[in-house]
C-alpha cells in the first residue's frame, strides 16, 4: 500500500493502516408507517486508502445516513459498499465513526470510555497502554478520570475522538463532530483533526454543514443532492496543510461550491 | 397498664433534666452544637406531642380505651412484652431479608430481559401488566399449593411485593437506554452481550434504584399478609394476633417497630444508590 510511507509512530495493531471504500450503486429506503421514504439514490463513491474526503450537502439529505451504511450500522436497500474489496456487513472495529453529539457514557470515566474498544474485543488487559496513547493523541492525559458532566463540549468531542482512534482505525467516519462547538474550538479541532489524520495515516470521510471546514480539512469534497441524495458535483484540490481561509484558491473554491448547493456566494 | 406509668414518668423528667442541663451549655459545645439547634424544633415537637397525647387519651379519655393508647401504654407493651417482640423482630427480619432479596434479585433479571428482547417484552410485558395491580392476598391460596411450606409461601409473596416494580423500572429503564450508545459499543465491536453488562444495565441503574425504593416500601406493606401463613412469629402475626384480642396497644407498639426498621432501611439503600450512581451529575 503506497500509504505506508505514513506509518503511525504509535505502536498499532497490524493490519491496514488505511482503508480503499467503494459505494456501488447504493440505494436506501426508510420504512415509515405505511409509506417507504428514499434517502439514496443509486450513489456510487470511490475513495482512495488515505484520502480525506468532505461530504457537504443540504440538511437531512442523507448524508449520516451514507455513514451510518458505511459503519455497517445499517444494510444498504439495493447496492453494495466495499471495505478494501470485502463487503461491509456489519460494523468493525477497523471502521471508527464519530458522531455529533459526543455520546460519551454519562457512568464511565473518560479513560473507561476510551476502553471501551479494547474492553470489548477482550484487549484491555495486553493493550491498556494505547488508552492512554489514545488520550495523549487528542490531549485529554489529565481528565482521564473525569466524568462526562465534567467536560466542556471541546473535550467531550476529543474524548470521542479517542474512543474511536483507540482502536487504529483505518477509516474514520466523522459525521458533524464539530457541528456544535463554539467557533474558537472548532477551529483548534480542525487543526488537530487534520494533524491526526497526517500522523496515523487513515481514510477519512468527513459529513459536514461547514464549506469552509470542508476546504481546510479535505483534499476533495463530494456535494450531495436534496434527498433522495446522489453525487450532484465534486471538486478535488491539493492544498498543502496547514491551509489558510484566506487563500484565494479556497476562497474561489468556496464560492463554485456555495452556487452548486444553491446558496448565495 | 399502670405498670409503665412510673417508668415513664422516670424517663421523661430524665430527658426534662437532660435539656435543662443542656441549655446553658448548648453554646460551647462545638460541633454537636449545630447538630442540636438544628434539631431543636423538633425535640419542643416531640415533647408537644406526647403532652397532648397524655391529655386526650389517659387524662381526660378523650380518645378511648381499647381503642387509643396513652405512651406509657405503649411502653408497657415494650417492657412486658420486649423478649416476645425481639424474637417477632428476628423471624420478620429473616422473612423480609429473603423475600427482599429473592424478589429484586428475580424483579432485576426479568427486567433485563423485558427491556432488552422484543419478544421477551411482547410476551413477557402482559404478564407483569396483570400480574402488577393483583394484592398479595389473592395469591395466598395458590402459594399454599405450590409451596412446601408455609415460611417458602410467605417468602415467595414478600418476593412478589419486591419484584414487580423492580422488574417494571428496570424494564423501562434498559428500553429507554439512548439507542446511539449502542451504535457507539457496535462500531467498536461490542457483542450484545458485552451491550447488556457495559452499556444498558448502567445506563439503566438510576431507574433500577427507582424501583428498589418502591420495592422496600411494597416489601414492608406486605409483611403483615405475608405473615398470616401460619407463621408463630414475626411483627405482622403479631399485629393479626393482637387486634384479634383487641390489644391495641401492642399492635400500635409493634406498627412503631415496623415503621422503624423500614425507616432504617432507606438510608441503607441511599448509601447504595449513591456509591453505584456516583457518575450522576450533581453527586461529585
Given at each position: 500500500m503506497s500509504i505506508a510511507a505514513l506509518a503511525p509512530a504509535e505502536p498499532g495493531i497490524s493490519g491496514p493502516i488505511s482503508m480503499a471504500i467503494d459505494v456501488h450503486a447504493v440505494s436506501h429506503r426508510f420504512s415509515l408507517t405505511g409509506s417507504q421514504l428514499p434517502v439514496i439514490e443509486t450513489l456510487d463513491l470511490s475513495i482512495a486508502p488515505g484520502d480525506f474526503v468532505a461530504l457537504l450537502g443540504p440538511?437531512?439529505?442523507?448524508k449520516s445516513t451514507l455513514l451510518r451504511l458505511i459503519a455497517g450500522l445499517e444494510r444498504p436497500t439495493s447496492g453494495s459498499i466495499l471495505a478494501d474489496g470485502r463487503p461491509i456487513t456489519r460494523p468493525d472495529p477497523s471502521r471508527g465513526l464519530v458522531f455529533q453529539?459526543?455520546?460519551?457514557?454519562?457512568?464511565?470515566?473518560v479513560w473507561k470510555y476510551v476502553a471501551t474498544g479494547l474492553e470489548a474485543r477482550g484487549r484491555l488487559r495486553e493493550e491498556h497502554e494505547r488508552v492512554d496513547s489514545a488520550l495523549a493523541l487528542v490531549g485529554l492525559e489529565a481528565f482521564?478520570?473525569?466524568?462526562?458532566?465534567?467536560?466542556?463540549g471541546g473535550m467531550a468531542q476529543r474524548a470521542s475522538l479517542a474512543r474511536a482512534l483507540v482502536n487504529d482505525p483505518a477509516l474514520l467516519l466523522l459525521d458533524?463532530?464539530?457541528?456544535?462547538?463554539?467557533s474558537l474550538t472548532r477551529l483548534t479541532l480542525q487543526a488537530e483533526l487534520v494533524g491526526l489524520w497526517q500522523r496515523n495515516g487513515f481514510t477519512a470521510l468527513l459529513v459536514t454543514h461547514d464549506v469552509e471546514e470542508a476546504l481546510l480539512l479535505s483534499s476533495r469534497v463530494i456535494v450531495l443532492s436534496d434527498?433522495?441524495?446522489?453525487?450532484k458535483a465534486e471538486f478535488r484540490f491539493d492544498k498543502p496543510y496547514?491551509?489558510?481561509?484566506?487563500d484565494p484558491d479556497l476562497v474561489t473554491l468556496r464560492r463554485s461550491i456555495l452556487a452548486t448547493l444553491g446558496l448565495p456566494t | 397498664m399502670g405498670g409503665s406509668t412510673g417508668l415513664f414518668a422516670a424517663i421523661t423528667g430524665g430527658v426534662a433534666v437532660l435539656f435543662v442541663i443542656l441549655s446553658p451549655i448548648v453554646p460551647r459545645l462545638g460541633g454537636t452544637r449545630d447538630l442540636l439547634l438544628h434539631y431543636g424544633p423538633w425535640f419542643v415537637a416531640v415533647g408537644v406531642w406526647l403532652a397532648l397525647w397524655e391529655l386526650t387519651t389517659?387524662?381526660?379519655?378523650?380518645?378511648?380505651k381499647p381503642f387509643f393508647s396513652p405512651p406509657h401504654g405503649l411502653l408497657n407493651v415494650y417492657v412486658t412484652d420486649g423478649q416476645r417482640l425481639l424474637i417477632c423482630i428476628g423471624y420478620t427480619l429473616r422473612l423480609w431479608t429473603l423475600g427482599f432479596l429473592s424478589g429484586i434479585l428475580a424483579g432485576y433479571a426479568i427486567g433485563v430481559a423485558l427491556g432488552w428482547s422484543k419478544r421477551f417484552s411482547y410476551w413477557g410485558m402482559p404478564f407483569l401488566k396483570l400480574i402488577g395491580?393483583?394484592?398479595?392476598?389473592?395469591?395466598i391460596p395458590c402459594t399454599f399449593y405450590f409451596f412446601p411450606t408455609t415460611f417458602g409461601a410467605s417468602v415467595f409473596i414478600v418476593a412478589l411485593a419486591s419484584g414487580i416494580p423492580v422488574a417494571i423500572l428496570t424494564a423501562s429503564g434498559v428500553s429507554s437506554v439512548n439507542r446511539t450508545f449502542y451504535d457507539v459499543g457496535r462500531i467498536l465491536g461490542a457483542d450484545n452481550w458485552y451491550l447488556i453488562r457495559r452499556v444498558a444495565i448502567p445506563a439503566s441503574t438510576p431507574h433500577v434504584f427507582v424501583g428498589l425504593f418502591m420495592a422496600l416500601y411494597y416489601s414492608f406493606a406486605v409483611l403483615v399478609v405475608a405473615e398470616m401463613?401460619?407463621?408463630?412469629?414475626?411483627l405482622g402475626w403479631y399485629i393479626q394476633f393482637q387486634t384479634a384480642y383487641s390489644g391495641y396497644a401492642n399492635v400500635y407498639a409493634a406498627l412503631i417497630i415496623m415503621a422503624i426498621l423500614c425507616a432504617g432501611l432507606i438510608p441503607l439503600l441511599f448509601v447504595v444508590r449513591d456509591r453505584l450512581l456516583s457518575w450522576q451529575e450533581g453527586f461529585i
Amino acid at each position: 500500500m503506497s500509504i505506508a510511507a505514513l506509518a503511525p509512530a504509535e505502536p498499532g495493531i497490524s493490519g491496514p493502516i488505511s482503508m480503499a471504500i467503494d459505494v456501488h450503486a447504493v440505494s436506501h429506503r426508510f420504512s415509515l408507517t405505511g409509506s417507504q421514504l428514499p434517502v439514496i439514490e443509486t450513489l456510487d463513491l470511490s475513495i482512495a486508502p488515505g484520502d480525506f474526503v468532505a461530504l457537504l450537502g443540504p440538511s437531512g439529505c442523507g448524508k449520516s445516513t451514507l455513514l451510518r451504511l458505511i459503519a455497517g450500522l445499517e444494510r444498504p436497500t439495493s447496492g453494495s459498499i466495499l471495505a478494501d474489496g470485502r463487503p461491509i456487513t456489519r460494523p468493525d472495529p477497523s471502521r471508527g465513526l464519530v458522531f455529533q453529539d459526543p455520546t460519551l457514557f454519562p457512568w464511565a470515566s473518560v479513560w473507561k470510555y476510551v476502553a471501551t474498544g479494547l474492553e470489548a474485543r477482550g484487549r484491555l488487559r495486553e493493550e491498556h497502554e494505547r488508552v492512554d496513547s489514545a488520550l495523549a493523541l487528542v490531549g485529554l492525559e489529565a481528565f482521564a478520570d473525569a466524568y462526562p458532566h465534567q467536560l466542556s463540549g471541546g473535550m467531550a468531542q476529543r474524548a470521542s475522538l479517542a474512543r474511536a482512534l483507540v482502536n487504529d482505525p483505518a477509516l474514520l467516519l466523522l459525521d458533524e463532530p464539530l457541528g456544535k462547538l463554539d467557533s474558537l474550538t472548532r477551529l483548534t479541532l480542525q487543526a488537530e483533526l487534520v494533524g491526526l489524520w497526517q500522523r496515523n495515516g487513515f481514510t477519512a470521510l468527513l459529513v459536514t454543514h461547514d464549506v469552509e471546514e470542508a476546504l481546510l480539512l479535505s483534499s476533495r469534497v463530494i456535494v450531495l443532492s436534496d434527498r433522495p441524495a446522489h453525487i450532484k458535483a465534486e471538486f478535488r484540490f491539493d492544498k498543502p496543510y496547514p491551509r489558510h481561509r484566506d487563500d484565494p484558491d479556497l476562497v474561489t473554491l468556496r464560492r463554485s461550491i456555495l452556487a452548486t448547493l444553491g446558496l448565495p456566494t | 397498664m399502670g405498670g409503665s406509668t412510673g417508668l415513664f414518668a422516670a424517663i421523661t423528667g430524665g430527658v426534662a433534666v437532660l435539656f435543662v442541663i443542656l441549655s446553658p451549655i448548648v453554646p460551647r459545645l462545638g460541633g454537636t452544637r449545630d447538630l442540636l439547634l438544628h434539631y431543636g424544633p423538633w425535640f419542643v415537637a416531640v415533647g408537644v406531642w406526647l403532652a397532648l397525647w397524655e391529655l386526650t387519651t389517659a387524662k381526660f379519655g378523650w380518645l378511648p380505651k381499647p381503642f387509643f393508647s396513652p405512651p406509657h401504654g405503649l411502653l408497657n407493651v415494650y417492657v412486658t412484652d420486649g423478649q416476645r417482640l425481639l424474637i417477632c423482630i428476628g423471624y420478620t427480619l429473616r422473612l423480609w431479608t429473603l423475600g427482599f432479596l429473592s424478589g429484586i434479585l428475580a424483579g432485576y433479571a426479568i427486567g433485563v430481559a423485558l427491556g432488552w428482547s422484543k419478544r421477551f417484552s411482547y410476551w413477557g410485558m402482559p404478564f407483569l401488566k396483570l400480574i402488577g395491580p393483583v394484592p398479595a392476598t389473592a395469591w395466598i391460596p395458590c402459594t399454599f399449593y405450590f409451596f412446601p411450606t408455609t415460611f417458602g409461601a410467605s417468602v415467595f409473596i414478600v418476593a412478589l411485593a419486591s419484584g414487580i416494580p423492580v422488574a417494571i423500572l428496570t424494564a423501562s429503564g434498559v428500553s429507554s437506554v439512548n439507542r446511539t450508545f449502542y451504535d457507539v459499543g457496535r462500531i467498536l465491536g461490542a457483542d450484545n452481550w458485552y451491550l447488556i453488562r457495559r452499556v444498558a444495565i448502567p445506563a439503566s441503574t438510576p431507574h433500577v434504584f427507582v424501583g428498589l425504593f418502591m420495592a422496600l416500601y411494597y416489601s414492608f406493606a406486605v409483611l403483615v399478609v405475608a405473615e398470616m401463613l401460619g407463621a408463630k412469629y414475626g411483627l405482622g402475626w403479631y399485629i393479626q394476633f393482637q387486634t384479634a384480642y383487641s390489644g391495641y396497644a401492642n399492635v400500635y407498639a409493634a406498627l412503631i417497630i415496623m415503621a422503624i426498621l423500614c425507616a432504617g432501611l432507606i438510608p441503607l439503600l441511599f448509601v447504595v444508590r449513591d456509591r453505584l450512581l456516583s457518575w450522576q451529575e450533581g453527586f461529585i
